[in-house]
């Protein structure tokens, strides 16, 4: 996952959500880019090729559409259909 986050910064991307578990923890959370996963695996993963661009997707009962906005933190997760103001 390392060299997934780095390439996803360095694409400008602001984060990543891993339905699934990662590997090297304290690199990943040096990288310029949030990483949120269900859980932490040793093991490396099987690359196969096989991921989607823009599938809906649904996670603890919330689903999350192309376009949505993801707010994160180590707490949990906000999903909005649209961009949130904080004032």
């Known amino acids: 996952m390392i060299g997934a986050a ?10 990543v959500v891993v339905h699934g578990a990662v590997r090297d923890a304290m690199e990943i959370d040096d990288a310029a880019i949030g990483v949120r996963a269900l859980g932490l695996c ?9 991921g989607q661009r823009d599938a809906m997707l ?3 009962g919330v689903t999350i559409a192309a376009g949505a906005w993801l707010y994160a933190d ?9 961009a949130l103001s904080w004032r």
């Open 58 to 60: 649904t996670f603890c």
């Open 42 to 50: 040793p093991r490396r993963s099987i690359k196969r090729g096989q």
């Open 74 to 82: 180590r707490d949990g997760m906000l999903v909005s259909a649209r």
């Open 6 to 15: 780095l390439l996803s910064a360095a694409n400008g991307w602001a984060g």
